[in-house]
């Protein structure tokens, strides 16, 4: 694209400065396009994740009656992992 460019720009005004002006231009613009769109679809593939998993948890919930868990049991799960995880690093250090 670029050789096609710096080429039609060059018959069209003879002039070496304008082509590597105009090629750099284009350049430029190429990246912008690419970093923009690989961006996007960063973008759309975070939020498709999103609504599957969204979408999974509100269908799991629904097909098995039951309301997602508290905060609190949450926590509670949490801090229990934790203390466990805690006593069998201590456990392995020891003798």
């Known amino acids: ?9 060059y ?15 284009c350049s430029l613009l190429l990246q912008l396009a690419y970093f923009t769109s690989v961006l996007f679809l960063i973008w759309r593939s975070g939020c498709v994740s999103q609504a599957g998993q969204r979408a999974e948890h ?16 949450v926590t509670n799960e949490s801090a229990d992992l934790l203390q466990r995880d805690q006593m069998l690093a201590i456990s392995l250090l020891l003798p």
Do not use: N, R, W, Y
């Not at 694209?1 to 720009?9: E, G, H, N, P, W």
């Not at 018959?11 to 231009?25: D, P, R």
């Not at 509100?58 to 049991?73: A, I, N, R, Y």
């Open 1 to 9: 694209m670029l050789c096609s460019t710096a080429l039609t720009v």
């Open 11 to 25: 018959f069209a005004s003879h002039s070496i400065g304008t082509v590597v002006v105009t090629t750099l231009t």
């Open 58 to 73: 509100f269908g799991t919930c629904k097909e098995v009656g039951s309301q997602p868990p508290d905060l609190d049991e």
